[in-house]
């Protein structure tokens, strides 16, 4: 499906000896669930728009083979260096993030997001941190029945969420509900 809409939107592959085309690199973000994000990297903003036009042969034929296309942007590289992508995202179609989970936490991965590639690690690392909020909640509660009897006021209680991505920590508190 990929090649036909490339084709059929008219986008050029880069050359790097050249230095002209517009495509440089398509990444696609699989979920466990069977949905996909799908990133056009470009040189210009040039055939965004070409592609958003036949974007339904990407998500056609994508959706007859039992997966769901849902999120499609353009990222504009426009540097002749071996940076992967640029700062601007042009959203092409669908939502702004695919959900991805890893284990019982739903991650909302948006493009340019940083996402761990070994989601079995990944999710082995968030039931660990939850397992170490649910024994320090349990904790809490077991010592909220002395502390009343007692009358002496707990100090605060501080949670630190110190990431980096998508915030799969933060993700726990909401999983637990």
Not at 12 to 30: F, I, M, Q
Not at 56 to 84: K, M, S, W, Y
Not at 92 to 97: N, P, T
Not at 129 to 156: K, L, N
Request: charged residues 25%; neutral net charge; aromatic residues 6%.
């Amino acid at each position: 499906a990929l090649p036909a809409l490339i084709r059929r939107a008219q986008v050029s592959p880069y050359d790097v000896a050249r230095r002209r085309g517009e495509l440089k690199h398509v990444l696609v973000t699989a979920s466990p669930d069977g949905e996909l994000m799908v990133r056009f990297v470009l040189r210009t903003a040039r055939p965004a728009a070409r592609l958003q036009e036949h974007i339904a042969l990407l998500t056609d034929p994508v959706a007859a083979d039992g997966f769901r296309v849902r999120v499609v942007t353009a990222n504009i590289q426009p540097e002749h260096t071996a940076v992967l992508e640029g700062p601007e995202e042009i959203h092409l179609h669908g939502d702004e993030a695919l959900t991805v989970r890893q284990g019982r936490i739903p991650l909302r991965v948006r493009p340019q997001s940083f996402l761990q590639t070994n989601t079995h690690v990944a999710s082995q690392l968030y039931e660990q941190v939850a397992a170490w909020a649910d024994d320090v909640a349990a904790g809490f509660e077991a010592g909220a029945d002395e502390a009343r009897a007692a009358a002496q006021p707990r100090s605060p209680f501080r949670v630190w969420d110190l990431f980096c991505g998508v915030g799969g920590c933060a993700a726990l508190r909401e999983a637990r509900r």
